[in-house]
């Protein structure tokens, strides 16, 4: 590897080689004795910092040419030296001009890369109404500040780690040192270190490599948006990642029960937070299975219906062409449509795409006979449905579409068996040493006050005793 | 390894073993001992709750099954008994299954569907079955709120149509029919038998033996009011009423506005019963793997052909279903005493294995 000589021309001409690109730029000044030169990226680089802070206090500078008596001169918070032009490169790269001057035999690195950041602000999922409004934004050292703001203390560990050989991502590894499993912060980094990956653009990309089962349907890393989340969920004993370039904080171990626990459950009263959860839970099994089982009963139990409601079914249905179990995919594709468009078309379209959805699909659709009224009400019911559960959404948009499907072909037995499937699977899930499916199977007695069920918090003296934290009392 | 806890053990033990008694048993003994059906199952269940509190108290020890025989009788007619176990267990397994698939086309459909609709039970026995025994403790965790919930909603329907006086005069068949309905009832009393496998697998704590024979037992009330229930709306007429449980709430006067709800708690013992009756194959599978060892290949391997066998079979015995009742219930019926009664008992004699010692 290839360091500084202390041939201006020389060093200048090596460092273009290792960054031939043209918004790399070279700007040259001397002082009274010295001929300086300054390497920067030209989009990433704040140069009237770079003005203020490196070359002002250099135009008169008349001492030594050693790199600390230089480092002195400069007024730049963050300055260090560095020998090595690959590291100067990088460092180029990352947005920090590099000095290097005749006579030099280190390079010196000014911290003043320009920082773009969007104001911090609520985001869009994990909403609260009481409770911080603060979310996580792109920028990693001011999600870990937001972290640091609340959890002030020196058992706070956030370990940087760089991932990806192109994009050098940041990735902090946040955990507290004495309440997270030690097991868990290793294996954490364990399979962080080994990710060889070129580019890492979202923390998405990170669950991935720390997932067991990197094929399950399921979701197997916790996922947040908003900083007092993440910093409960660490108190709790679990490891954070927060990833450069991405809002969206990665937690584990992960439980499932975790996505029926939303934020402001801890700022209202407890009965309202039970109560809430198990509508949660309610509105995800009515939105999986309702449409299945109106499909399943249609085709092969009509007993499950009252006679009243069978009636005005059967009247409903009684021109559409379609089976029963087309009609019901047919509506469901539709709205998986109307739902991928809404999301990516510009939100002046979303007037005319809620008219045409709503109006021309619905309506249309129903008095032209090819689809009927009660498929359309079912299926709205579990749009909505899904939606009660918002972390989830992936996951079971395709369990419905898998249970639409089963009911279709096998009946009501085919819906039992893929939940049978289904439990089995997440019953014997493991998640970094965490049951998946924790604290109900296995049943924890003193964990279940915190999952559908919500208990004040004086009640909650203890740390989840699934995520074996070493340090389990919360509250003395 | 990963063991199943006291609690689990009682889950089992009260809530999901007792499901499979209450699919086809009670019209089965209604048959035999008409109106003392309470009898025969009321014997069935003490003594399974002696067989288990037996077998319980050799999961003491912490030593496997497998471990036992071969400390009794050597490692070569440990590896025979063991699979001679586990071919009953394939037996005892096979009654259930066909008694699920009739059980299915009954309460799942309006019309009889083809046989290949209950082709992914297979599927999903295979998957069990390819899982260890031991992490079914935290399955039995989510099922045993399920089958609570399932039974309640069933017997609180139930109960309002139930007229008790039809069980009286008791003792109306006989000491024929008593032993009739036994002998008939023999095939589903193989819960002792089942757990021999699970030895070495149990987190043994003070009290679990005569804990979990109360377990059973609580499980046995259950049933026994079930059965009282079920004779209770139908009396005489009960001998033509298979699926007992998909039967008795059918007269709860809300039905008619609310549609047929009580399949709904029947669907919830259904999702227990799927476990429960892939169980013994499971064990069976276990068995085998404690005797020649476990690489990795052969739970799955020996799972899927196993499954692929049963189903066959109960593609080829479709219709045949009252002759192997039959077989079972007055030919075969000493083979369920054997192996669920004597082998249990005089496994309280296997000397410890000596890395215990």
């Known amino acids: 590897m290839k360091n500084v000589t202390g041939n201006l021309q020389r060093d200048l001409e090596a460092l273009k080689r290792i960054l031939p690109?043209?918004?790399?730029?070279?700007?040259?000044?001397?002082?009274?004795?010295?001929?300086?030169?300054?390497?920067?990226?030209?989009?990433?680089?704040?140069?009237?910092?770079?003005?203020?802070?490196?070359v002002r206090p250099l135009l008169r500078y008349t001492g030594e040419r050693k790199a600390e008596a230089v480092k002195k001169k400069?007024?730049?918070?963050?300055?260090?030296?560095?020998?090595?032009?690959?590291?100067?490169?990088?460092?180029?790269?990352?947005?920090?001009?590099?000095?290097?001057?005749?006579?030099?035999?280190?390079?010196?690195?000014?911290?003043?890369?320009?920082?773009?950041?969007?104001?911090?602000?609520?985001?869009?999922?994990?909403?609260?109404?009481?409770?911080?409004?603060?979310?996580?934004i792109e920028d990693v050292k001011v999600n870990t500040s937001l972290v640091r703001r609340r959890l002030k203390t020196p058992e706070l560990r956030i370990e940087m780690m760089k991932l990806g050989r192109r994009s050098d991502t940041f990735v902090a590894v946040c955990y507290l040192e004495g309440t997270s499993v030690k097991k868990t912060v290793e294996d954490v980094k364990k399979k962080l270190s080994a990710i060889d990956i070129d580019v890492i653009p979202d923390s998405s990309y990170l669950t991935h490599f720390l997932s067991s089962r990197p094929f399950s349907l399921l979701k197997q890393v916790g996922t947040t948006e908003k900083p007092d989340i993440f910093c409960a969920k660490i108190a709790e004993g679990r490891v954070g990642l927060i990833v450069d370039g991405s809002p969206i904080a990665l937690t584990v171990p992960y439980l499932l029960v975790e996505d029926f626990q939303s934020?402001?459950?801890?700022?209202?009263?407890?009965?309202?937070?039970?109560?809430?959860?198990?509508?949660?839970?309610?509105?995800?099994?009515?939105?999986?299975?309702?449409?299945?089982?109106?499909v399943a009963a249609q085709l092969f139990k009509l007993q499950l219906f009252p006679v009243r409601l069978l009636l005005t079914i059967a009247g409903s249905i009684r021109d559409i062409p379609l089976s029963p179990s087309l009609e019901m995919l047919l509506v469901l594709l539709v709205l998986e449509v109307l739902n991928e468009a809404s999301i990516r078309m510009p939100k002046y379209v979303g007037m005319a795409l809620s008219v045409v959805g709503a109006l021309v699909l619905g309506e249309t659709a129903v008095s032209a006979g090819f689809v009927s009224t009660p498929a359309i009400i079912i299926i709205a019911f579990s749009g909505i449905g899904l939606y009660a559960v918002p972390n989830l959404i992936e996951q079971t948009s395709v369990l419905r579409l898998v249970m639409l499907l089963v009911a279709g072909s096998v009946g009501t037995y085919g819906i039992i068996l893929v939940t049978a499937f289904l439990l089995l699977y997440l019953a014997t899930a493991e998640n970094f040493g965490a049951p998946v499916l924790a604290p109900f199977a296995p049943m924890l007695g003193r964990d279940l006050r915190d999952s559908l069920v919500k208990y004040n918090l004086g009640s909650l003296p203890m740390r989840p005793k699934t995520l074996k934290s070493p340090n389990r009392r919360r509250l003395k | 390894m990963k063991k199943i806890s006291p609690r689990q053990l009682f889950f089992f033990l009260a809530c999901i073993a007792p499901v499979g008694k209450l699919v086809l048993m009670p019209s089965r003994l209604v048959v035999e001992a008409k109106n003392d059906l309470l009898f025969p199952a009321l014997v069935g269940f003490a003594v399974q709750t002696g067989v288990v509190f037996c077998v319980l108290l050799l999961a003491k020890r912490g030593e496997s099954f497998a471990d036992m025989l071969a400390a009794t009788f050597g490692k070569i007619a440990a590896k025979v008994l063991l699979c001679v176990f586990a071919a009953f267990l394939l037996f005892a397994a096979f009654l259930p299954l066909l008694e699920q698939k009739l059980f299915v086309q009954s309460a799942f459909y309006d019309t009889l569907p083809s046989v290949v609709t209950f082709a992914p039970f297979f599927l999903f026995s295979a998957y069990l079955c390819a899982k260890p025994l031991g992490s079914l403790g935290r399955i039995w965790d989510i099922l045993a709120p399920v089958s609570i919930v399932g039974f309640a909603g069933i017997m609180l329907l139930s109960v309002g149509s139930a007229d008790y006086g039809a069980l009286l005069p008791a003792g109306a068949a006989g000491a024929g029919g008593f032993w009739r309905g036994l002998a008939a009832a023999a095939s589903w009393f193989f819960d002792g038998a089942l757990l021999l496998p699970f030895l070495g697998k149990i987190d043994y704590r003070r009290g679990t033996a005569w804990k979990g024979a109360l377990a059973y037992a609580a499980g046995g009330v259950a049933v026994l009011f079930f059965l009282a229930t079920f004779y209770g709306v139908f009396a005489e007429i009960a001998l033509n009423q298979p699926f007992a449980f998909t039967k008795t709430s059918k007269y709860f006067s809300g039905i008619t506005v609310l549609g047929r709800i009580d399949y709904l708690f029947s669907y919830a013992l259904a999702l227990v019963m799927a476990f429960f009756v892939a169980l013994p194959v499971q064990a069976c599978v276990d068995c085998v793997k404690q005797a020649f060892g476990a690489p990795k290949y052969l739970p799955a391997a020996l799972s899927v052909l196993l499954n692929l066998g049963l189903f066959f079979l109960a593609l080829g015995l479709d219709y045949r279903f009252v002759e192997i009742m039959q077989v079972f219930a007055q030919t075969l019926f000493w083979i369920f005493p054997v192996f669920c009664v004597a082998v249990p008992l005089l496994c309280l004699l296997l000397r410890r294995s000596h890395a215990s010692q």
């Open chain 1, 21 to 54: 690109a043209e918004d790399i730029l070279t700007f040259s000044f001397a002082s009274e004795e010295i001929d300086f030169a300054c390497v920067f990226a030209d989009p990433i680089t704040d140069k009237e910092l770079l003005g203020e802070q490196v």
């Open chain 1, 74 to 136: 400069l007024t730049s918070p963050e300055v260090k030296t560095e020998r090595s032009l690959q590291t100067l490169a990088e460092e180029v790269l990352a947005g920090n001009p590099v000095l290097l001057w005749e006579g030099a035999d280190e390079g010196i690195v000014a911290g003043t890369k320009k920082v773009f950041i969007r104001a911090i602000a609520e985001p869009s999922m994990d909403v609260a109404v009481k409770g911080p409004r603060e979310g996580f």
């Open chain 1, 263 to 294: 934020a402001e459950d801890y700022f209202v009263p407890p009965y309202r937070a039970t109560f809430t959860r198990l509508l949660r839970l309610f509105a995800l099994i009515v939105a999986v299975y309702l449409p299945a089982f109106y």
